[in-house]
């Protein structure tokens, strides 16, 4: 074999030397070539044979030799001239592809540390040298040592070859004396070793084969195994040991196949586990072999592992959960059964695990399970409810739930039952739905107006009423909000009580008026709205009432202004500067407001010229002196008629020191004065009028109203005898009436210890005469004064807290009279009327005494009826109606005495627990002669009657009186011509009663 350029150099030597020489050089050179040839094909045949074998670099190796061969065999052809070789150049080229696949499979083997660590280096370097001795020569050679070059290249690549066959020769010499051989025993089995062992006569055990997985499985190798088994027995953990050795012996001494599974470590630490799978036999000369595999089955181990672990967590969760549960596998056993569902079935869990589902329950019962079991089965989640009847016949409803279990390819292994007992729940949403079904019968039968809204303002229900008012249907309105309904601005006002209601979770209650936007209706409405809470106690909306108070409302306003305005002069009457009075005289009024004064204003001769120029003439005077004061007062003081020509000016807010105030009040009456003097036409004739004006001043210490009323009163009085057209302000000398009152005052401290006190009874009677009960009125018996009618000590003993003592005795002389009246049957039915004041009733153990005294007198609170005064809602309105309400709940009666003279009540009147209002007799005494209080009385009855509340006319003292009030309605009298005040010895007599 020669380079490119030494074959076109052959014809020069052979021109200049020796041509037989040449021949001779150029014959060993090829035949040198052809031995290299076939010693490389060789080479590469042995090591394509070894590459079966895990000899890493091999194939690489072979395949380089394989092609040098191919190269070299291509080369020779072409030197030789063979035909169909392609000559000259082309065979350099074959050449240099020889001589590259050599360096790269001998560098694939010493580069890489673990392919070069498993041959021997030296014997490869020895190949490469001479390889590369052998190109040397094909390149220089002919240059420096002549003709021999291409023998000796030759003759070098034919060692090299040589050394190399030499090799993998010896590998495969190696080989067949270990018992491995190319294509082992076993070696497809990835994860199981297929063994031999031999027993001997000695009993030793020794390996006889052993496949490839051994070293991958166990870290041993076969050929130390050949020559002693021990490392690899001494693998089995020791706990493991005695169960093998026992299996092992019964297995060898039996005859039987041995299949156990035990834990073995690996030559690195790692623990495995092994299946051992094997079986024996005894051959001639008495020894046994044995032959099995060894499998691991690690990963199976720690899957099941697994699985029971999550078995055993899947039961945990299952016993924790309520209801009956149930697993069953494809055929339909029980797999799991809870203490519930066993219960059910009538015995324990562990009775059922492992039986058909059929041996379980009924068989009626299971034929009405069997197509949802199969559609689980199937694949399908189940849910279904049945009755199932028990043996004492009841009826239960059981809500099933049946869920398809899958394994990790998804197949269906079985199925989940659970099943919930649900009789009572179904009973509850019955008994709910009937409950739904009566409150929507109410809420639609309530005349008032019933709606909810959302957090967003929309309706979500509403009643009739609502529909009715509004004049759309509720199909119309649920979904929609307020601007629909009563336009922008309305709709604003009640999105911020929405707004509010929802935020503080409070209700909110008030009187609003309402516009629609259809009909055009108005009214006005005593709204509450309440916060909506779900479940957990989140407000989702608000819940409205409204009921309409329109007529009501007009109706109090008529009563009102009837009540406490004077009709002639349009002012504010006696009661209404009363109820301003007692206003103004408050601690906290005063704290805010400063002192005040009360002008008292007597017109000077107004009767004469009431008698001399008639009733009509008079009430020109009075319009226009009234006229006249309103121009003077500033606007927000009160000018108020207090009757005849009898006015009075509330002046409030003035200067904070007395000095000041006097100054100012004087001021104003001096204004006052000084128009009520300008001349003025009265029946055809100028009048030059005058009046007298007392100034009692407040804001220093606490005076009662009654009181201010009276300085002022006695200051006028002051100023009339001081000669008309002047001022007066009271006057301390003007005490001596108040020591009166305080002498009064003693006497009736004495009254109370000294038992000077008596009640007096005034009979109640029906429109045909009928007796029903009398009103308990209080008398004073002073030993000096004579009788004191209530008038002229009720108000003291008011001030001086005496009314509590007193009213405590009144209520227990009332009760016994009740005790002493059940006892006969004449009287048994007859009801008795105390009067009980406000500062009785706010006291703190009012309640607790009336029912004290009721406990102790054993009297009948049916028959007792308390009478209250209008007074009472001035202050702690919430308390008074709260205390009212337990008094109603014991069955006390409630009237509403001297109705109509009061100014809070209207408002309060619906909320009052009451049974009875009483016309005062300020009404009832003029009721034929004053168009006003004939109105008055027509009102209050219309309005008793829309409450269902009864009513009784005091002070009825003539026939006319009482027929007036018959035709109007009023049932119940009281008065002179039905019996004065007596004691009950007389009452008793003159009613014809304990005859």
């Known amino acids: 074999m020669t380079v490119p350029w030494t074959v076109s150099a052959q014809p020069v030597l052979a ?61 020779a052809a072409a030197g030789a001239g063979i035909a169909g070789v392609a ?26 540390s673990r392919t070069r660590h498993a041959w021997p280096v030296r014997r490869l370097v020895g190949v490469a040298l001479l390889l590369a001795a052998s190109a040397a020569a094909d390149s220089l050679g002919p240059a420096v040592i002549g003709m021999a070059a291409p023998g000796a290249a030759a003759a070098l690549r034919l060692g090299a070859c040589l ?28 994860h199981a070793v297929l063994f031999q062992v031999v027993l001997d006569l000695r009993n030793k055990w020794r390996v006889t084969y052993v496949s490839p997985a051994i070293e991958r499985l ?105 209801g009956d549960i149930t697993r069953l596998d494809r055929s339909l056993r029980v797999r799991y059964m809870n203490e519930n569902h066993a219960r059910w079935y009538g015995g324990a869990a562990a009775d059922f695990v492992g039986k058909p589902f059929l041996e379980v329950i009924p068989a009626v019962r299971y034929a009405q399970m069997q197509p949802y079991l199969a559609r689980a ?40 039952v659970y099943v919930v007992d649900v009789t009572e729940h179904r009973q509850a949403e019955q008994a709910l739905a009937h409950k739904e079904s009566q409150l929507r019968s109410l809420f639609e039968a309530i005349p008032d107006m019933v709606f909810s809204k959302d957090r967003n303002g929309r309706y979500l229900s509403c009643n009739q009423a609502f529909e009715s008012f509004y004049g759309w249907r509720e199909e119309e309105i649920l979904g929609q ?65 409204a009921r309409d108070v329109t007529e009501r409302k007009r109706a109090q306003r008529d009563i009102e202004r009837l009540a406490y305005y004077d009709s002639l002069t349009g002012l504010p009457n006696r009661r209404r500067l009363a109820v301003r009075l007692g206003q103004a005289v408050l601690p906290q009024a005063i704290a805010a407001a400063g002192h005040g004064a009360l002008l008292s204003i007597n017109l000077d001769h107004f009767k004469n010229i009431n008698d001399t120029l008639g009733p009509d003439v008079g009430d020109q005077l009075l319009r226009a002196a009234a006229e006249r004061m309103t121009g003077v007062v500033p606007v927000h003081q009160t000018v108020a008629r207090q009757s005849g020509d009898e006015f009075a000016v509330l002046l ?36 030059h009028g005058t009046a007298r004006i007392g100034i009692a001043l407040f804001g220093g210490p606490p005076v009662a109203p009654e009181e201010l009323l009276t300085r002022a009163s006695l200051a006028c009085e002051e100023a009339r005898l001081a000669g008309r057209n002047t001022v007066r302000f009271f006057d301390p000398a003007m005490q001596q009436s108040l020591a009166e009152r305080t002498a009064l005052q003693a006497d009736l401290h004495d009254a109370v210890s000294e038992g000077q006190l008596a009640l007096h009874y005034q009979p109640v009677v029906q429109q045909d005469g009928t007796l029903t009960g009398a009103e308990a009125l209080l008398r004073w018996q002073h030993p000096v004064r004579g009788t004191v009618p209530p008038a002229g000590f009720i108000g003291l003993a008011e001030e001086t807290g005496l009314i509590l003592p007193i009213g405590s005795w009144v209520l227990q002389e009332a009760c016994m009279q009740l005790v002493a009246w059940a006892a006969r049957p004449d009287t048994r039915g007859l009801d008795i009327a105390v009067n009980v004041s406000a500062r009785q009733f706010r006291h703190p153990d009012f309640i607790e005494e009336t ?68 016309i005062d007799r300020s009404f009832v005494r003029d009721v034929l002669t004053d168009p006003n209080d004939a109105a008055i009385v027509r009102t209050i009855l219309a309005l008793a009657a829309s409450l269902d509340l009864h009513v009784v006319a005091e002070g009825v003292e003539t026939e006319s009186q009482r027929d007036f009030l018959v035709a109007h309605g009023c049932r119940a009298f009281q008065g002179y011509l039905f019996g004065k005040p007596m004691p009950m010895e007389a009452f008793e007599r003159t009613q014809g009663l304990g005859a």
């Open 377 to 416: 089965l199937a694949g399908e989640r189940v849910v279904y409810e049945a009755d199932v009847a028990l043996e004492n016949g009841e009826m239960r409803r059981r809500h099933s739930t049946l869920v398809p279990e899958h394994d990790m390819q998804g197949t269906v292994t079985g199925a989940v």
């Open 652 to 687: 409030e807010a003035l200067a904070n020191d007395a000095a000041g105030a006097q100054a100012e009040a004087e001021q104003i009456a001096r204004d006052l004065l000084l128009a009520l003097a300008a001349p003025l036409s009265l029946g055809g004739r100028q009048h």
């Open 163 to 190: 050394l190399l066959m030499s090799m993998a020769a010896q590998r495969i010499g190696q080989t067949a004396q270990t018992g491995v051989d190319d294509h082992p025993i076993g070696a497809h089995l990835v």
């Open 87 to 112: 000559g000259g150049g082309a065979h350099q080229g074959f050449w240099i592809v020889a001589r590259l696949a050599e360096a790269a499979g001998l560098a694939a083997v010493l580069l890489p």
């Open 481 to 545: 909000g307020d601007d629909g309904l009563v336009g922008p601005a309305f709709a604003a006002m009640f999105r911020e009580q929405d707004r509010l209601v929802m935020e503080t979770g409070e209700s909110l209650r008030g009187e609003e008026p309402m516009h629609t936007l259809r009909h055009h209706r108005e009214g006005i409405f005593d709204l509450i709205k309440t916060p909506l809470r779900d479940a957990d106690g989140e407000v989702y909306g608000v819940l409205g009432v």
């Open 218 to 322: 166990h870290g041993l190798r076969a050929a130390d195994l050949y020559r002693e088994p021990e490392p690899w027995f001494a693998q089995i953990v020791p706990e493991d040991w005695p169960r093998f050795v026992a299996q092992r012996d019964a297995a060898l001494r039996d005859g039987t196949s041995l299949d156990v599974e035990l834990r073995m470590r690996r030559a690195d630490g790692e623990l495995r586990w092994m299946r051992i799978s094997a079986g024996g036999s005894r051959v001639d000369d008495g020894s046994i072999v044995v032959e099995g595999l060894m499998f691991d089955i690690t990963q199976r181990r720690l899957a099941e592992q697994q699985v029971h672990q999550k078995d055993e967590e899947w039961q945990a969760v299952l016993s924790h959960i309520p």
């Open 15 to 75: 021109a200049a030397h020796d041509l037989p020489a040449a021949a001779a050089y150029a014959a060993l050179g090829f035949i040198l070539q052809l031995a290299a040839v076939c010693a490389g094909a060789v080479a590469a045949v042995l090591l394509g044979l070894r590459s079966a074998q895990p000899q890493p670099g091999s194939p690489a190796l072979a395949a380089a030799f394989a092609c040098s061969a191919v190269c070299g065999l291509l080369v």
């Open 851 to 918: 029912e004290a005294i009721l406990a102790r007198t054993g009297a009948d609170p049916r028959r007792l009826k308390l009478e209250l005064t209008e007074t009472l809602l001035f202050h702690d309105t919430e308390e008074v109606l709260t205390k009212l309400a337990r008094l109603k709940a014991r069955g006390i009666g409630l009237a509403l005495d001297d109705f109509g003279t009061g100014f809070s009540s209207l408002g309060y009147l619906k909320r009052m627990p009451l049974d009875q209002l009483k």
